[in-house]
């Protein structure tokens, strides 16, 4: 196996010295540069698949060897080695597509966690680029089948479905931002798929071998957060009877979500800042730090920036975990997904017996349907109507929506189960469960009893548990 080359660009001999004997007993070889002139040198020449490179060089700076290597190599990882405490320079350098950063003087650990996750990512790129062939058949072997057969058939658990132009650059974005450790703040409105996304980039990352942990903001209670996050020792606290790792350490060398991060209380703001300037946290009662090697990624669906300028959430925190945006788009502004998204979700309520369809009229009104809650929406409508439809066939009415929906006009068999309604109108177990022996489970008998249509009997069996 070829061992990877690492290019080191700095001016310093001592720390060209020190990062050489680092990456050797690595098992890395290494070239060194001391200005950009010799690094573009090796860059032409050699197969390189790591780079690291000071900020400051005799003739430029890393950033422009930043953007150079985006421009003609972008799978090489390039980290910035950069003056202790000077974030604003690190974040200018992963806004410029550095891979990661590690701060002067040099902690050993730290740079051998940062050069093990370039490694991994420089291998993922060149596989990927080794196996392009392949996919590239195995898309055009799938082009040839029907798109419900193709999302049936794949593992769809963490991938955005869509191939609307907003989609399209969204995954554009999530590839690019995948190739970076750079904190990334996920904004969007509630339902548009943001710890998806989250997910997706931790997957295609150099981390995706290590966790990735989504945690709810809003759901931790306030006296409960800085343990939740930190851990705690023994003893630290009434009922802390023993150490407790938190969330940053269950996320140690991969991923922590922290899905609305608006919600945090200012204090625990702080402390969160400090945690991703310093790569460190204390636990509760703890008199040391610890070094964490995580990846943060944001969300919330609230205007962070309206939250700045109210001072309800520290500026400084916000331009530390914003350092690149990803914004989803709302389902109103891809209605070339609507479709394909339906299809999806059908086939996972659908079984070997029962493979449920869409009628033309309800697919119109799914496409004239503004959809407020965006994907988590559509999957909710479509489960609704599958207890709804008295067959195979979903129609228009067993969407139960009220919005852009054309008038039905009754037909002279037309029965009482036409009618449209949002939600169960039966909500007493006990009520359902009795009407169900009175006509020894005959469900049709049982709805009758209770003065309901058979389809609403349906669904709130299916709401309650029952079926």
């Excluded at 690595?26 to 540069?33: E, K």
């Excluded at 067959?391 to 919005?403: G, P, R, T, V």
């Excluded at 299916?462 to 079926?467: A, Y």
Aim: glycine share 4%; hydrophobic share 40%; aromatic share 4%.
């Amino acid at each position: 196996m070829i061992k990877p080359l690492a290019l080191i660009v700095d001016d310093e001999p001592d720390i060209c010295e020190l990062l050489e004997l680092t990456l050797n007993r690595m098992d890395i070889d290494t070239l060194s540069a001391e200005n950009l002139q010799t690094a573009y040198k090796h860059l032409n020449e050699q197969n390189i698949s790591i780079c690291l490179t000071d900020m400051r060089l005799p003739d430029g700076n890393g950033i422009e060897l930043v953007k150079k290597i985006q421009t003609q190599a972008k799978h090489i990882p390039v980290a910035m080695i950069s003056a202790h405490g000077n974030m604003d320079t690190a974040i200018e350098a992963l806004k410029a597509g550095a891979f990661d950063f590690v701060s002067k003087p040099l902690e050993l650990a730290e740079l051998r966690n940062l050069v093990k996750s370039a490694v991994k990512l420089a291998n993922k790129s060149q596989q990927q680029v080794e196996g392009s062939s392949e996919k590239n058949q195995e898309s055009l072997t799938k082009k040839t089948l029907p798109d419900s057969q193709n999302l049936n058939n794949n593992n769809q658990t963490t991938r955005l479905l869509g191939n609307s132009i907003a989609m399209q650059t969204t995954k554009i974005l999530i590839n690019k931002l995948a190739k970076s450790q750079a904190p990334v703040f996920v904004s969007g409105e509630s339902g548009t798929g943001k710890e998806l996304a989250a997910k997706q980039i931790h997957e295609l990352s150099s981390r995706s071998d290590s966790p990735f942990i989504p945690v709810n903001c809003g759901a931790i209670p306030t006296e409960l957060m800085e343990s939740e996050f930190f851990g705690h020792i023994k003893g630290s606290f009434t009922g802390a009877h023993k150490d407790k790792n938190g969330l940053f350490q269950a996320a140690h060398d991969g991923t922590l979500f922290l899905d609305e991060v608006a919600d945090l209380p200012l204090s625990m703001q702080v402390k969160l800042l400090r945690a991703i300037q310093e790569k460190a946290i204390r636990p509760v009662g703890s008199p040391q730090e610890e070094k964490i090697n995580i990846r943060l990624i944001s969300a919330t669906h609230k205007n962070l920036k309206q939250l700045v300028a109210d001072g309800e959430f520290r500026q400084d925190l916000y331009y530390r975990i914003n350092v690149i945006e990803l914004i989803m788009p709302p389902l109103r502004e891809r209605k070339d997904d609507i479709s394909p998204l339906a299809v999806f979700f059908l086939g996972k309520l659908s079984d070997e017996d029962t493979q449920y369809l869409l009628s033309q009229e309800a697919i119109n009104v799914l496409n004239n349907y503004s959809f407020p809650g965006n994907v988590r929406e559509l999957e909710n409508i479509l489960e609704r109507a599958v207890a709804l439809c008295d067959d195979k066939l979903i129609q228009a009415s067993d969407l139960s929506l009220h919005e852009n929906i054309p008038a039905i006009t009754p037909s002279s068999d037309s029965t009482s189960e036409t009618i449209i309604f949002s939600e169960s109108p039966l909500k007493d177990e006990q009520q359902i469960k009795q009407a169900l022996e009175k006509t020894h489970w005959n469900r049709k008998a049982a709805a009758e009893l209770l003065g309901v249509t058979y389809r609403q009997f349906r669904y709130s069996l299916k709401k309650l548990g029952l079926d």
